[in-house]
């Protein structure tokens, strides 16, 4: 039975000298049984002990077995890594008479295992580097971010001051000298003061616009049909002088900072009235329903919808797909939306028939959490 496995299986006398030798052993290192008997095994196989063989020795006497790895060195030359168990004989009188060793081959393991260290140490160096580099990026945009909110802020901030002085030098001298000059005099002035006024106008959304990730409020649960209530109150005028018909869903109770999402509402729902049709009746719907983690919030309406090469520049930064004598405003409403919905961790996207309505959805994680 032992010459049929193919582990090396040695038994040695109390002075470490060969008694019996496999098949497996012959196979394993090179020699056969007859060439080996009586010989000291550690001579013969120059044994590397991972501590000293005095040491193993005593382990091995003092609990009648040991096990670990050893190296061995073939008949050939070659060094081959053993896993060794070893296990003590003894007679009827529990005198030890000898000891059985049966050792496996796991060179081709090991290699492997350090074949796969020696990879992972350079995966994890060149992890460590390229996250050394992401890090210097993240920082430097960071800060290139940071200045550019702080340049927009400041920028908005201080065209504020001179265009409130041209505006109202403007409108002084038309009202001075309104009907005293020529037609285009008058004409002029009235340019001049209505750039001025939907400059002041875009001024004050750009600044709106840099301010949402570091002027609101805190995150606190908000019932959202609290927050339409709100919305459609703010929106009174316009909905009624339009006729529009706006019906709501049950809505949830989501960790949001309410005033940003009234803001996100009244951007959704005014466009959905600005951009009717001409004829029919303004229908808009507004409902919510969870997926897996996540809240899909939708705006319909049934106006004049968007063309599909229109549909994801809309929510860039001062774009308009319309005149500004067709259809007022200054091209930020759907920016600001888009950044809001960023800021609660969630997505903003639009379906749309060009000539037939738009359903705007946005995404609000269910359990979203702020640091």
């Known amino acids: 039975m032992l010459n049929l496995t193919h582990d090396a299986i040695i038994v040695h006398d109390m002075e470490d000298k ?4 496999n098949k497996g052993a012959e196979e394993r290192y090179g ?36 096990e670990g790895e050893l190296i061995h ?18 007679d009827e009188n529990n005198v030890p008479i000898g000891f059985m060793e049966i050792n496996s081959d796991i060179t081709e393991r090991k290699r492997a295992e350090e074949s796969l260290r020696e990879a992972h140490d350079k995966l994890e160096l060149k992890v ?44 002084l001298l038309k009202r001075r000298y309104n009907h005293q000059l020529d037609e ?17 106008i ?43 018909v706006i019906t709501i869903d049950p ?45 899909i919030f939708s705006v319909a309406d049934n106006g004049i919808g968007i063309e599909p090469q229109f549909r994801d520049r809309i929510f860039e930064v001062f774009q308009r797909l319309h005149t500004r004598d067709e259809y007022s405003g200054t091209g930020i409403g759907l920016a600001v939306c888009k950044k809001i919905v960023e800021r609660h961790g969630g997505q903003i996207w639009v379906e749309s028939e060009f000539k037939d309505g738009s359903t705007f959805y946005f995404t609000i994680p269910s359990d979203f959490r702020v640091n």
Not at 74 to 89: D, F, P, T, Y
Not at 184 to 200: K, S, T
């Open 128 to 171: 460590q580097k390229r996250t050394a580099e992401l890090n210097i990026l993240i920082d430097e945009l960071k800060r290139s971010n940071d200045e550019l909110k702080q340049f927009a802020y400041v920028t908005s901030h201080d065209l504020q001051e001179p265009l409130r002085t041209i505006a109202s030098f403007t409108q």
């Open 251 to 295: 809505l949830p109770t989501v960790m949001v900072d309410d005033k940003q999402m009234i803001q996100l509402f009244q951007n959704l729902i005014s466009n959905a009235i600005k951009f009717r049709k001409k004829q029919g009746e303004v229908k808009i719907h507004i409902s919510c329903k969870k997926v897996s983690t996540n809240y």
């Open 31 to 66: 020699w056969y049984e007859e060439e080996v008997l009586g010989e000291v095994t550690h001579d013969l196989l120059k044994t590397e002990f991972p501590d000293s063989l005095n040491e193993t020795c005593e382990q091995f006497l003092s609990k009648g077995y040991w």
């Open 18 to 21: 060969i008694t019996f030798w």
């Open 73 to 90: 060195t073939k008949r050939s030359g070659e060094k081959i890594i053993v896993s060794s168990r070893w296990a003590l004989q003894k």
């Open 184 to 200: 285009d005099a008058d004409e002029f002035i009235n340019y001049i003061v209505d750039g001025a006024n939907r400059m002041q």
């Open 202 to 244: 875009m001024i004050k959304a750009l600044l709106d616009y840099s301010r949402i990730n570091t002027r609101n409020n805190e995150f606190k649960l908000s019932d959202f049909e609290e927050i339409l209530n709100q919305t459609l109150n703010s929106l009174k005028i316009a909905i009624d002088e339009s006729n529009a």
